[in-house]
């Protein structure tokens, strides 16, 4: 199954490729975005290329993988989102980032929303579920914006972690 691209009023969405890890793994070992998706790790870029190579395969399975987030007209890689398995046994998880100079612009609502969408309306999802630290406040106004109700919080992580999901009979698309 060939992985889609989507589009949005302002953002294009595209699946993550081998082409992009150097833009990925610059992403990923920005100080702003490690700290709440990576604990303040610092990944190595042959962690990035196993993360494209995962995505690829879900998307080849017909699953949902993961989408590097663009500005049109510039071809640069701003963020990121999409889906990927987490905890043990795995569920699928929402996640998404942008670099800081894309922060409180609305992008990552707007990419959520369009990953959303595509998980129930084309994939059947019957619910999305996303974890974010406690404190990712930024973070957890995307979640509720787009209809995710809290379910629980642990002390998983630095600051814990709070719970999130959407089942698909209250999801309400914005078109």
Wanted: charged share 25%; hydrophobic share 45%; glycine share 8%.
């Amino acid at each position: 199954m060939t992985a889609p691209v989507l589009t949005t009023e302002r953002i294009e969405l595209r699946p993550f490729a081998r082409e992009d890890g150097e833009a990925l793994h610059a992403l990923f070992t920005d100080a702003e975005v490690r700290r709440w998706l990576l604990d303040g790790d610092v990944v190595p870029r042959a962690w990035v290329d196993d993360e494209i190579a995962s995505s690829e395969a879900r998307f080849a399975r017909g699953w949902c993988g993961l989408w590097t987030i663009r500005e049109p007209p510039s071809e640069a890689v701003v963020g990121f989102v999409g889906f990927r398995p987490f905890f043990n046994p795995p569920e699928q998880q929402l996640l998404y980032g942008l670099l800081p100079s894309h922060w409180g612009r609305g992008f990552a609502t707007e990419a959520a929303r369009a990953a959303v969408a595509h998980a129930f309306e084309t994939l059947g999802f019957a619910e999305v579920r996303a974890a974010t630290d406690v404190p990712n406040a930024a973070s957890m106004e995307v979640l509720l914006r787009l209809g995710f109700e809290e379910w629980k919080r642990t002390e998983e992580g630095p600051a814990g972690t709070a719970f999130f999901r959407l089942a698909a009979a209250r999801w309400r698309p914005v078109r």
